[in-house]
């Protein structure tokens, strides 16, 4: 993925998305989660969000280039992963541009590691 679209502001390494993908899965089995965008647009502006996930690959990128600007107003941490179809099939449909972490379940203890890399390269 050469051309980056505008919304992603920082890089995530391809070992930490591939953290933040099984915290989603993990999160999706024994937590909960939202998928698509209106839903995780809702989940962050109701402070219901512990966690955001954005695809890079989404078209049109209109779609979800709100979502790090909300994060970063709600004080939400977020990542990028490549693929939408990745994160989709973690949570069992076929692509989400984004998922919402409501509930870490029983990854809880991942996702402090993931955020606090997170923290590190968003600055």
Known sequence: MADK????????????QDKILSGVEMAKESG???KGT????????RNDAKFVVI?????????????????????VPYAFVNSKNDLGSRIGIQSAA?????????????FKKIIEEVAKLNK
């Open 38 to 45: 209106n839903e995780v647009t809702k989940a962050v502006e």
């Open 98 to 110: 984004s998922v919402a972490v409501i509930e870490f379940g029983k990854s809880e203890e991942e």
């Open 5 to 16: 679209a505008a919304y992603v502001k920082f890089d995530v390494p391809k070992d930490l």
């Open 32 to 34: 909960k989660i939202r």
């Open 55 to 75: 695809a890079m690959d989404v078209q049109p990128p209109e779609v979800v280039a709100h979502l790090p600007l909300l994060c970063d107003e709600k004080k």
